[in-house]
């Protein structure tokens, strides 16, 4: 089952999960979102800011300090976009959909990154996954953090990807127990729905997926600014990640239409063996049948309707002949 996200009301502290200020790959300290005015541009100095369901206030905050295009802005305070990359002037726009599985159901949620000379800014929206843990791992590695802006890009996305695995392999189980209730004669209608369920929720994660495979590319294009020809392995591990995710997805769903071509196959076969049964018993009930229609016509003369042993013999007529019939339909295999 598909859950989307909606925005939640939360305060104004509950939008700021996070704001620090940060010098050679090491962290300073953390800044009140209400003083980013204060924080002068410096060589060097990086400010990382995570967002969650921020409104309109905070934004503004955030895009009066970087000077972040106005149409960015609309589309991170909205959400509901597609996967995608933009250039404004020297600062990225990205958008990425996150999944999380709740249970048996898959939330999806929805992540925008601004990345610009000095600054990176991270808005979430919905049911996904904290950035907590990119953060954490990022200021253990200064050394690759005094990359700048384009590796915490990097982390970022290896992150949201990472994550997309354990719900394809959770998702890998349930088609394997699918096909497993099949041919175990342990498949119901009601599995019915949940199969569908399940291809629905296939098709949200590849658009969610594939889109990324084109977002790497253009990143590691001359024409974006800020990254460094230096992470372009580091992207292209990105891109081979997503186009595993992608490939895993393609070949799930292929399984999960072979199963359920499987189970109607099986039905048929099912259905055929119950027809040729029924049409066999049928058959072999025909015989009686005309025969009793035939003396129960009532009229005086009949074959052997005074012979003493015409009821024996008809009723032993009866019998060879249903035999027979018997035999060659268990012989065919109908019986």
Request: charge should be negative.
């Amino acid at each position: 089952m598909l859950l989307m996200y909606g925005t939640p009301n939360t305060t104004a502290a509950q939008q700021v999960v996070n704001c620090r200020l940060y010098c050679d790959g090491r962290a300073v300290r953390d800044i009140d979102i209400e003083h980013l005015d204060e924080v002068p541009d410096a060589p060097g100095q990086l400010i990382w800011i995570g967002l969650y369901d921020p409104d309109e206030e905070v934004l503004a905050k955030v895009q009066k300090r970087f000077g972040l295009h106005e149409l960015a802005i609309e589309d991170a305070h909205l959400a509901h976009q597609r996967p995608k990359l933009e250039v404004y002037g020297d600062t990225l726009f990205l958008v990425l959909h996150t999944a999380r599985r709740q249970a048996s159901e898959f939330a999806f949620g929805e992540s925008h990154f601004f990345i610009g000379r000095g600054y990176v800014v991270t808005i979430r929206h919905g049911p996904s996954e904290t950035f907590a843990a990119v953060r954490a791992r990022c200021e253990a590695a200064p050394q690759m953090l005094r990359k700048g802006e384009d590796f915490i890009l990097y982390a970022l996305m290896d992150f949201v990807v990472d994550n997309y695995f354990p719900i394809i392999d959770a998702m890998e189980a349930e088609i394997e127990q699918i096909e497993d209730d099949i041919f175990s004669n342990r498949f119901t209608s009601d599995d019915i729905e949940k199969v569908f369920g399940l291809r629905r929720d296939l098709v949200a994660l590849r658009h969610a997926v594939q889109p990324l495979q084109d977002i790497c590319t253009r990143i590691m294009r001359f024409d974006v600014p800020l990254i460094d020809r230096d992470t372009y392995p580091y992207f292209r591990d990105v891109q081979d990640h997503a186009i595993k995710a992608s490939q895993g997805l393609e070949t799930l769903r292929e399984n999960l239409g072979s199963a359920l071509d499987a189970h109607l196959m099986l039905s048929s076969v099912k259905a055929n063996e119950v027809m040729k049964k029924l049409a066999g018993w049928a058959a072999i009930l025909a015989v009686p049948t005309a025969i009793a229609g035939i003396y129960g016509m009532n009229f005086k003369f009949m074959p052997e309707l005074e012979w003493a042993w015409g009821y024996p013999a008809t009723l032993a007529a009866i019998a060879g002949a249903c035999g027979y019939l018997y035999y060659r339909f268990h012989k065919a295999g109908w019986l």
